[in-house]
């Protein structure tokens, strides 16, 4: 993953806000895309080790979206973390149904629905990068102290 840069895309701009301020008190560097649209053109720009996705947004939803990326050599290695308040069975029969129609999809690396403490979500983050920087093979409990800034 690219350093400690997470993508936020949703488009509710306070909910997009939120996140934002949150990361980045958590020490992270943060970029927002109102849909997946427009997070498609910041990724041609800007590399985030992890993306926080919205499901139901306009112009281009967050399945859409996502589909899009893992089908992208150069973007299917990003985490992607579903926030939304679709429950999650629609949400996996949404998945299933864009895969049927465009091919498999693997599952997203974590899905939180909304509204999702602002603990869960950096827990979430957090596990994501560490996973990244120390192998998936190593337990939880063996990961190091993740910084937080508050």
């Given at each position: 993953m690219d350093g400690r840069?997470?993508?936020v895309v949703d488009d509710e701009v306070h909910f997009r806000?939120?996140?934002k301020v949150l990361l980045e008190k958590a020490g992270y560097a943060?970029?927002?895309a109102r849909n997946g649209l427009e997070a498609l053109d910041m990724l041609a720009e800007w590399s985030p080790g992890l993306i926080t996705l919205d499901v139901m947004m306009p112009e281009q939803s967050g399945l859409t979206f996502y589909g899009a990326l893992c089908r992208d050599a150069g973007?299917?290695?990003i985490?992607?973390?579903?926030l939304s308040a679709v429950p999650?069975?629609?949400r996996?029969?949404?998945l299933a149904a864009l895969g049927l129609t465009e091919g498999p999809l693997p599952p997203p690396a974590a899905c939180l629905e909304k509204p999702c403490t602002p603990e869960a979500l950096l827990e979430v983050v957090d596990r994501l990068f560490c996973e990244s920087t120390l192998g998936p093979?190593?337990?939880k409990k063996e990961y190091p102290p993740c910084p937080r800034r508050f």
């Amino acid at each position: 993953m690219d350093g400690r840069r997470v993508l936020v895309v949703d488009d509710e701009v306070h909910f997009r806000y939120f996140l934002k301020v949150l990361l980045e008190k958590a020490g992270y560097a943060v970029k927002t895309a109102r849909n997946g649209l427009e997070a498609l053109d910041m990724l041609a720009e800007w590399s985030p080790g992890l993306i926080t996705l919205d499901v139901m947004m306009p112009e281009q939803s967050g399945l859409t979206f996502y589909g899009a990326l893992c089908r992208d050599a150069g973007w299917k290695h990003i985490p992607v973390v579903m926030l939304s308040a679709v429950p999650v069975p629609v949400r996996e029969h949404a998945l299933a149904a864009l895969g049927l129609t465009e091919g498999p999809l693997p599952p997203p690396a974590a899905c939180l629905e909304k509204p999702c403490t602002p603990e869960a979500l950096l827990e979430v983050v957090d596990r994501l990068f560490c996973e990244s920087t120390l192998g998936p093979s190593v337990s939880k409990k063996e990961y190091p102290p993740c910084p937080r800034r508050f």
